[in-house]
């Protein structure tokens, strides 16, 4: 996707309004809010420090959570400045508004390389309707538009599209990237090219499945929507698992298109069940594995996928060159149902000589807690956005920046 990217300009000088993506996790600690998980901060660095070093004005906006265009102080960005500035090594002035006279006079008084954070953008009730005057009122605090947040590329909101309207648009270097894995590198990928799904519902996830099958070479589904396709094509009961009838015919479609275009379609074998599950108190009951197409029990779920489907996917990962992983293979955040998604990060991270690509959202959480994130190729830090991309979507925050 040739997009202008920050490469492509000379920032120096120029008040850059960067839009990123600190909509961080904060916990209240002794009465002040406290970050949890810096990692969304860390992958805007390489962006940051290149407009810094070219003596660039940086002006930061993002949102934090819902405030729904009201002030939340317990939804401020005030927490993030003091992190990022420490992250940086630079000073990191704050502005109490993200537009109006405060903002633009400290926007206007940043020296080179100086850098500035907005308040939430969300305390605006027009940023997520995408209004146009406070599109404008953006863009009076700039002259040059970064688009870094991939994350929210997928809404059009005053921030992430509207503004662009009103100003140059490029990308920073983690929207580069992101778009360079997430859609580039799959146009044409290195093959075998062996996509895994997981996820509840089939249909949250059938437009990128439909999508998919155009490009892979084997698709792996496990995850909640695994057992609507283990009933079509194993015949077996599923007692209380992920199932409903409408999802049937979606499933079927998609099994018939991977017969018509030649695409490899497997599906779990086995599975991990248990005959109480409550994910709100992360507790289940007793646990077993069944025997390669047994009938799951009444009474009895499935959780996770057993370990001769691990034996399945693992020797089609084995071989392949390009991966890319959505979704987790069971409910991997309760350890007991966690198996079956650890082995198979394990299992990409093993193919060191395939590209690896982690298409965001529950699967980045299985890789990080699995220990193997720091051996893929690539983790996407999209969630909704990623899962768009896939599916073949023009992204509002991709396609208000600027061609090539």
Known sequence: MAKKSIRDIDPAGKRCLVRVDFNVPLEEKDGAMVITDATRIEETLPTLKYLIGK?????????????????DPKQSLRPVAGALSTLLG????????SVGPEAEAKAKALPDGG?????????????????VELSKQFAALAEIFVNDAFGSAHRAHSSTAGVAAFLPAVSGLL????LTYMHDELQSPDRPFVVILGGAKVSDKINVINALLEKADTIIIGGGMAYTFRKLVQGITLGKSLY????????????????????????????LITDNFDFGTMQVGNTRYTAPGEDIPEGWEGVDIGPESVKLFSAEIANAKTVLWNGPMGVFEIKACAKGTF?????????????????GGDSVKAVKKAGVGDQMT?????GGASLELLEGKELPGVAAIADK
């Open 378 to 382: 690539f983790i996407s830090t999209g």
């Open 343 to 359: 082995d198979i990060a394990e299992a990409i991270a093993a193919n060191t000589s395939a590209k690896t690509i982690i298409g």
């Open 175 to 178: 929207m580069e990237k992101e």
């Open 115 to 131: 850098v500035l954070l907005l308040e939430n953008v969300r305390f605006h009730a027009g940023e997520e309707k995408n209004d």
């Open 90 to 97: 630079v000073p990191v002035e704050f502005s109490e508004t």
């Open 244 to 271: 409903k009838p409408e999802w049937e015919p979606i499933a079927e479609a998609a099994l018939a298109k991977a017969k018509e275009r030649g695409v490899k379609f497997l599906i779990p074998v086995d599975a």
């Open 55 to 71: 003596g660039a004005k940086v002006i930061l906006c993002s949102h934090l959570g819902r405030p729904k265009g009201q002030i």
